[in-house]
């Protein structure tokens, strides 16, 4: 990356990132932290609950069927 393009592709990402279902963003992030110290077995447990909050919002099946509609393919989030 050349010099001084940093803070615009952080910027970017940003903005990708923030195009995710939020619900699902912040329950990746909550398991994430809550796993800290876990051990496997209560890991996985936790990631399991934090998922079944997306699945059951309907959030997943948009998502899924936004994809298998085409968005999202190779890499590219646009719509």
Request: no cysteine.
């Given at each position: 990356m050349p010099p001084g393009e940093a803070?615009?592709?952080a910027e970017q990402l940003a903005h990708e990132i923030a195009s995710f279902p939020q619900l699902r963003l912040r329950h990746d992030r909550l398991s994430a932290c809550e796993q800290h110290g876990l051990s496997e077995p209560d890991a996985l447990a936790a990631?399991?609950?934090h998922g079944m909050?997306?699945?059951?919002?309907?959030e997943t099946q948009t998502g899924a069927a936004r994809f298998a509609?085409?968005?999202g393919r190779h890499?590219?989030?646009a719509d």
């Open positions: 803070r615009r592709a990631e399991y609950r909050v997306a699945l059951t919002a309907g509609g085409g968005a890499g590219s989030f």
